[in-house]
T-cell receptor, first 117, second 116 residues
Framework: GAVVSQHPSWVICKSGTSVKIECRSLDFQATTMFWYRQFPKQSLMLMAT?????????EQGVEKDKFLINHASLTLSTLTVTSAHPEDSSFYICSAREGGRRNQPQHFGDGTRLSIL | AQSVTQLGSHVSVSEGALVLLRCNYSSSVPPYLFWYVQYPNQGLQLLLK??????LVKGINGFEAEFKKSETSFHLTKPSAHMSDAAEYFC??????????????FGQGTILTVHP
């Protein structure tokens, strides 16, 4: 149980294009999902918290107009990297929290490796 | 602000030996704690969690961790390492209340190497 699917796994695109990443909870409903960024050989950094039916909450230093988050249903959140540039290249990972209690664990997708040429 | 420190960025053990990965947190109020494992180019898999119930927590794949409030620690152990345990391990914490409740802060990770 508690499976989170993330697509695509790999994206290579030209500078200036927009890229959409999907995060789905397959066997549970998730009112809250999270988006992280992980640089090589580093830990995960929380970018934003995505709440179903409301606006995402961004962490300090994360540009909300650059990283658009939509959480339109209880099983799907999307992250769109707008007008991507090489410095946006990274490993992006989503997670979904099972249940309504905030001390419940987050379940993670397999990540999306984004490379901007 | 909540923080978590993993002592040792790399740990190397022999197959069959004890695995000990260290995690210390900084918080005046005991937080909720988690251990995750990450294999290359994959997301994170939950090993175990501490949410203020039993202080000795058993997880998957033979791992366990003990919450010690006096030492502000939540070290991960496994009695006998397998080659398949080679991966990166992350300790994560969320405060028990406040505006950051439910948000995870991760340690820097510990890469576990298991040699024959």
């Amino acid at each position: 149980g508690a499976v989170v699917s993330q697509h695509p796994s790999w994206v290579i695109c030209k500078s200036g294009t927009s890229v959409k990443i999907e995060c789905r909870s397959l066997d549970f409903q998730a009112t809250t999902m999270f988006w992280y960024r992980q640089f090589p050989k580093q830990s995960l950094m929380l970018m934003a918290t995505s709440n179903e039916g409301s606006k995402a909450t961004y962490e300090q230093g994360v540009e909300k107009d650059k990283f658009l988050i939509n959480h339109a249903s209880l099983t799907l959140s999307t992250l769109t990297v707008t007008s991507a540039h090489p410095e946006d290249s990274s490993f992006y990972i989503c997670s979904a929290r099972e249940g309504g209690r905030r001390n419940q664990p987050q379940h993670f997708g397999d990540g999306t490796r984004l490379s901007i040429l | 602000a909540q923080s978590v420190t993993q002592l040792g960025s790399h740990v190397s053990v022999s197959e069959g030996a004890l695995v000990l990965l260290r995690c210390n947190y900084s918080s005046s109020v005991p937080p909720y704690l988690f251990w995750y494992v990450q294999y290359p180019n994959q997301g994170l898999q939950l090993l175990l969690k501490y949410t203020s119930a039993a202080t000795l927590v058993k997880g998957i794949n033979g791992f366990e961790a003990e919450f010690k409030k006096s030492e502000t620690s939540f070290h991960l152990t496994k009695p006998s390492a397998h080659m398949s345990d080679a991966a990166e391990y992350f300790c994560a914490v969320t405060p028990a209340g406040g505006t950051s409740y439910g948000k995870l802060t991760f340690g820097q990770g510990t890469i576990l190497t298991v040699h024959p």
